[in-house]
């Protein structure tokens, strides 16, 4: 359509110039060959001359193809818009015969009404000719005028009034030719035009479409009306002057504002998507002029007489100049500070202005012997602007096919969600069935040693001195309290439920952690002659639910003195692993088969052996230590040969790095925190502000993570609550999430909440969590 439409071409024999009146085209081959009629011709101000008569003796000169009010007369006057002339031509033929194809003339507009006549006689007219606006009217009808010229002589007179339009005279060029090569050439325009016109008209419906396929393309709509007005543009501008060859001549006048109509359009729609690229203040403010602007021009448009109508929107026209600098200063700044598609804006608004600085030369010039580029100019600057609607739509679709595809997998995964939620609520039905085995498991290894003791203070009470009585009296009396403190840790059952086990974490010394549990141990480890020897060069802090840590690290070591042989030693020693934080205990006593050990840690409730002192246990240690390792991501691994020893290493991550992640969505909070676990953060989840409160009042994690949008406490409450509370030198980065949050910006209201030096950053709950996760990381750098 580009290239159909192209009207940019080198027209044949631009040499051949009329001069004095006078054109002389025997040497042209009118076989195939069509030549315009440009150059002086004779013109006579205010006369209509007889056509068949001798030019008068006063002759003046004129340019056509050029308006008569843009021209100088011999006193270096211009000559106003409105009035008439006569303009006269002599052509010379080449010699023919009867025989031959006759010639035959395509007369543009001739503004704005004319009778043509071809050697005296009357071959056409256009509207009607008058020496006063009263009687004059107006017709822009293209004509193809057949001629039936008998000699080598074409006399062509033209009388031409005007009292309508600014562009007066023969502004258009007329061609001469081969009556068939005239029909092809305006067979082809017109073809072409209407091409024009329906390409138009689907590309209108379709930025249509495209804005009620997704509202959020509002430029798209506007699209749509710049399309609509060039297709307005192109019915009546074109030079098939489509609509008016449709129409009589009482609809001319309409036509011409109708056509005014179309350009305002083009200019406030297409102005509107270019100046608001950059999207600075300077330019929004220029919209408001270009609205008013626009308003004003269109009820120009309506309502000025006829009288004024030409040389008041010619103004405006002019005027509108000032707007596509403005576009193009707008786009600049839009390629500078890198605006989506600025660049294709850019070029195409550069070519298009360069495109209208030619066609003003070539118009002022035809004797360059090019013709105009016309609408092809307005064609460079709107394509891009399709493309890039184009290209907003592809993306709005793969972005739709994504979120389908996305969609799809997460209901995927939330079935096998359920499935695994279901079994982790039996897993928790099961541990709550067995839950007075595990007190008793964890409780009857003190309480044997205190009454060990006690039976042997009260087998040999009268031989045990004074201070042995003490001694053991206050070894009993730390394995009570022990015992006790521990019933009230284990005695809270809803700790484990069907989501597992409840982590309330906290930063801590892990070797104080292990003095505690030694200290608790020693009783029992004293009446087997076991020595417990420890070594920690380290001073390792975790964060972690300290009593859960506590208890895997007592039932391990309770095993290792269970099943040491009497006057053995347990091993216990601390230190850093790469990424994780490594507590080995060791043991010399009966050892585990590789069976045994796949057993007790698995889910299947087995029969415990019995100790080398003949204790008994439940069969449960290592499957709730290996539960509490799960739910903070650590490792157990288990080493043991029959009848030498086991070794036991529990893993846990060494990171402080930790994040309070607080929304009340289940499903989207354990996927974020799954991802940013395998980021090495430490997780401490929460489902609503009160919770997220209660953390806080126990741990000071590195960033927090709140949704906006909560039951009871939400995100906004939760952190002017944590600001009030704070200490001053806990200064935590916090980014708050929702799903009505944009993909970007739409953080102004923070600056309403008094929020927006303590957010970090508000970011959308669309994106995918590891994306989520690499933008939280990206901020927090």
Same mark, same amino acid.
């Given at each position: 359509?580009? *290239?159909?439409t192209?009207?940019?071409?080198?027209d044949?024999?631009?040499?051949?110039?009329?001069?004095?009146?006078?054109?002389?085209?025997?040497?042209?081959?009118?076989?195939?060959?069509?030549i315009?009629?440009?150059?002086?011709?004779?013109f006579?101000?205010?006369?209509f001359?007889?056509?068949?008569?001798?030019?008068?003796?006063h002759?003046?000169?004129?340019?056509?193809?050029?308006?008569?009010?843009?021209?100088?007369?011999?006193?270096?006057?211009?000559?106003?818009?409105?009035?008439?002339?006569?303009?006269?031509?002599?052509?010379?033929?080449?010699?023919?015969?009867?025989?031959?194809?006759?010639?035959?003339?395509?007369?543009?507009?001739?503004?704005?009404?004319?009778?043509?006549?071809?050697?005296?006689?009357?071959?056409?007219?256009?509207?009607?000719?008058?020496?006063?606006?009263?009687?004059?009217?107006?017709?822009?009808?293209?004509?193809?005028?057949?001629?039936?010229?008998?000699?080598?002589?074409?006399? *062509?007179?033209?009388? #031409?009034?005007?009292?309508?339009?600014?562009?007066?005279?023969?502004?258009?060029?007329?061609?001469?030719?081969?009556?068939?090569n #005239? =029909?092809?050439?305006?067979?082809?325009?017109?073809?072409?035009?209407? =091409?024009?016109?329906?390409?138009?008209?689907?590309?209108?419906?379709?930025h249509?479409?495209?804005? !009620? %396929?997704?509202?959020?393309?509002?430029?798209?709509?506007?699209?749509?009306?710049?399309?609509?007005?060039?297709l307005?543009?192109?019915?009546?501008?074109?030079?098939?002057?489509?609509?008016?060859?449709?129409?009589?001549?009482?609809?001319?006048?309409?036509?011409?504002?109708?056509?005014?109509?179309?350009?305002?359009?083009?200019?406030?729609?297409?102005?509107?998507?270019?100046?608001?690229?950059?999207?600075?203040?300077?330019?929004?403010?220029?919209?408001?002029f270009?609205?008013?602007?626009?308003?004003?021009?269109?009820?120009?448009?309506?309502?000025?007489?006829?009288?004024?109508?030409?040389d008041?929107?010619?103004?405006?026209? %002019?005027?509108?100049?000032?707007?596509?600098?403005?576009?193009?200063?707008?786009?600049?700044?839009?390629?500078?500070f890198?605006?989506?598609?600025?660049?294709?804006?850019? !070029?195409?608004?550069?070519?298009?202005?360069?495109?209208?600085?030619i066609?003003?030369?070539?118009?002022?010039?035809?004797?360059?012997?090019?013709?105009?580029?016309?609408?092809?100019?307005?064609?460079?600057? =709107?394509?891009?602007?399709?493309?890039?609607?184009?290209?907003?739509?592809?993306?709005?679709?793969?972005?739709?096919e @994504?979120?389908?595809?996305?969609?799809?997998?997460?209901?995927?995964?939330?079935?096998?969600?359920?499935?695994a939620?279901?079994?982790?609520?039996?897993?928790?039905?099961?541990?709550?069935?067995?839950?007075?085995?595990?007190?008793?498991?964890?409780?009857?290894?003190?309480?044997?040693?205190?009454?060990?003791?006690?039976?042997?203070?009260?087998?040999?009470?009268?031989?045990?001195?004074? &201070?042995?009585?003490?001694?053991?009296?206050?070894?009993?009396?730390?394995?009570?309290?022990? @015992?006790?403190?521990?019933?009230?840790?284990?005695?809270?059952?809803?700790?484990?439920?069907?989501?597992?086990?409840?982590?309330?974490?906290?930063?801590?010394?892990?070797?104080?952690?292990?003095?505690?549990?030694?200290? @608790?141990?020693?009783?029992?480890?004293?009446?087997?002659?076991?020595?417990?020897?420890?070594?920690?060069?380290?001073?390792? &802090?975790?964060?972690? +639910?300290?009593?859960?840590?506590?208890?895997v690290?007592?039932?391990?070591?309770?095993n @290792?003195?269970?099943?040491?042989?009497?006057?053995?030693?347990?091993? %216990?020693?601390?230190?850093?692993?790469?990424?994780? *934080?490594?507590?080995? =205990?060791?043991?010399?006593?009966l050892?585990?088969?590789?069976?045994?050990?796949?057993?007790?840690?698995?889910?299947?409730? #087995?029969?415990?052996?019995?100790?080398?002192?003949?204790?008994?246990?439940?069969?449960?240690?290592?499957?709730?230590?290996?539960? #509490?390792?799960?739910?903070?991501?650590?490792?157990?691994?288990?080493?043991?040969?029959?009848?030498?020893?086991?070794?036991?290493?529990?893993?846990?991550?060494?990171?402080?790095?930790?994040?309070?992640?607080? +929304?009340?969505?289940?499903?989207?909070?354990?996927?974020?925190?799954?991802?940013?676990?395998?980021?090495q953060?430490?997780?401490?989840?929460?489902?609503?502000?009160?919770?997220?409160?209660?953390?806080?009042?126990?741990?000071?994690?590195?960033?927090?993570?709140?949704?906006?949008?909560?039951p009871?406490?939400?995100?906004?409450?939760?952190?002017?609550?944590?600001?009030?509370?704070?200490?001053?030198n806990?200064?935590?980065?916090?980014?708050?999430?929702?799903? +009505?949050?944009?993909?970007?910006?739409?953080d102004?209201?923070?600056?309403?909440?008094?929020?927006?030096?303590?957010?970090?950053?508000?970011?959308?709950?669309?994106?995918?969590?590891?994306?989520?996760?690499?933008?939280? &990381?990206?901020?927090?750098?």
């Amino acid at each position: 359509m580009f *290239l159909g439409t192209t009207s940019c071409r080198f027209d044949a024999y631009p040499t051949l110039l009329a001069k004095d009146g006078v054109v002389d085209v025997q040497t042209v081959d009118f076989s195939g060959e069509t030549i315009n009629l440009t150059g002086k011709w004779e013109f006579y101000w205010n006369e209509f001359l007889d056509p068949k008569g001798n030019s008068p003796e006063h002759k003046s000169y004129l340019s056509v193809g050029v308006p008569w009010f843009s021209q100088e007369n011999e006193d270096g006057e211009e000559y106003p818009s409105f009035g008439f002339g006569t303009y006269r031509l002599t052509v010379i033929l080449p010699n023919s015969d009867s025989n031959e194809e006759p010639f035959a003339l395509s007369v543009p507009a001739l503004h704005s009404a004319y009778k043509i006549f071809v050697n005296g006689e009357l071959v056409a007219e256009n509207g009607t000719t008058s020496t006063t606006q009263e009687f004059h009217r107006p017709s822009f009808h293209t004509k193809i005028i057949p001629l039936m010229v008998v000699s080598n002589k074409l006399d *062509l007179v033209i009388h #031409i009034s005007n009292f309508s339009h600014k562009y007066a005279g023969i502004h258009g060029l007329i061609r001469l030719g081969k009556l068939q090569n #005239i =029909i092809h050439i305006w067979n082809v325009n017109f073809t072409m035009s209407w =091409i024009i016109m329906i390409f138009m008209t689907f590309l209108a419906i379709y930025h249509a479409l495209v804005f !009620f %396929i997704n509202r959020s393309e509002k430029n798209a709509l506007r699209m749509s009306f710049v399309y609509l007005g060039i297709l307005i543009l192109s019915s009546t501008l074109m030079e098939t002057r489509i609509l008016y060859n449709l129409l009589s001549d009482e609809f001319s006048i309409p036509l011409f504002r109708f056509s005014r109509i179309g350009f305002v359009l083009v200019l406030y729609f297409g102005g509107y998507i270019v100046l608001n690229m950059p999207q600075m203040r300077f330019f929004k403010r220029m919209l408001i002029f270009l609205k008013i602007y626009a308003l004003i021009f269109l009820f120009v448009v309506m309502f000025t007489p006829v009288s004024h109508l030409a040389d008041i929107s010619f103004c405006f026209e %002019i005027l509108s100049g000032a707007f596509v600098i403005l576009g193009l200063l707008s786009v600049s700044l839009a390629l500078y500070f890198h605006r989506k598609e600025s660049r294709l804006y850019f !070029f195409s608004l550069l070519l298009a202005i360069i495109g209208g600085l030619i066609d003003i030369l070539l118009i002022a010039n035809p004797t360059f012997g090019y013709r105009p580029l016309g609408l092809v100019s307005l064609y460079l600057f =709107i394509f891009p602007q399709t493309l890039g609607v184009t290209f907003g739509l592809v993306r709005v679709y793969k972005r739709s096919e @994504s979120l389908s595809k996305e969609l799809y997998k997460r209901k995927e995964a939330l079935e096998k969600k359920v499935k695994a939620r279901t079994l982790e609520l039996e897993k928790a039905n099961r541990w709550k069935a067995n839950f007075v085995s595990l007190i008793s498991h964890d409780l009857r290894s003190p309480l044997n040693s205190v009454n060990q003791i006690l039976d042997v203070i009260d087998f040999s009470f009268s031989e045990t001195t004074a &201070e042995e009585k003490k001694k053991f009296l206050e070894i009993c009396k730390t394995g009570v309290t022990q @015992s006790l403190r521990m019933l009230e840790q284990l005695l809270d059952v809803s700790r484990f439920d069907a989501f597992g086990t409840k982590l309330i974490q906290s930063q801590f010394c892990v070797n104080e952690l292990l003095n505690e549990i030694i200290e @608790s141990v020693e009783p029992l480890a004293t009446l087997k002659g076991i020595r417990i020897q420890k070594e920690t060069p380290i001073q390792a &802090e975790i964060i972690a +639910d300290r009593t859960l840590i506590g208890e895997v690290f007592k039932n391990i070591l309770t095993n @290792s003195i269970k099943y040491s042989y009497l006057n053995s030693e347990v091993w %216990i020693g601390l230190s850093y692993k790469g990424k994780w *934080l490594s507590v080995e =205990i060791r043991d010399r006593g009966l050892g585990m088969s590789e069976e045994q050990i796949h057993r007790l840690t698995g889910e299947e409730t #087995i029969k415990s052996l019995p100790g080398t002192a003949g204790e008994r246990g439940t069969g449960l240690g290592l499957q709730l230590c290996n539960n #509490i390792l799960e739910a903070h991501f650590g490792k157990l691994r288990i080493k043991s040969v029959l009848g030498v020893g086991s070794s036991f290493e529990i893993s846990l991550s060494k990171s402080t790095k930790s994040v309070l992640l607080v +929304d009340d969505s289940g499903n989207f909070r354990s996927d974020l925190a799954e991802v940013m676990r395998r980021n090495q953060w430490i997780v401490i989840e929460a489902g609503n502000g009160e919770e997220a409160l209660s953390h806080l009042s126990r741990i000071t994690p590195s960033l927090i993570i709140t949704d906006l949008h909560m039951p009871g406490m939400n995100g906004i409450s939760l952190i002017h609550e944590w600001e009030g509370r704070r200490h001053t030198n806990q200064k935590i980065p916090i980014i708050l999430i929702s799903s +009505d949050a944009p993909l970007s910006g739409g953080d102004k209201f923070l600056e309403e909440e008094g929020l927006e030096t303590i957010v970090s950053a508000y970011l959308s709950k669309m994106y995918k969590a590891e994306d989520l996760c690499q933008q939280i &990381e990206s901020i927090l750098e």
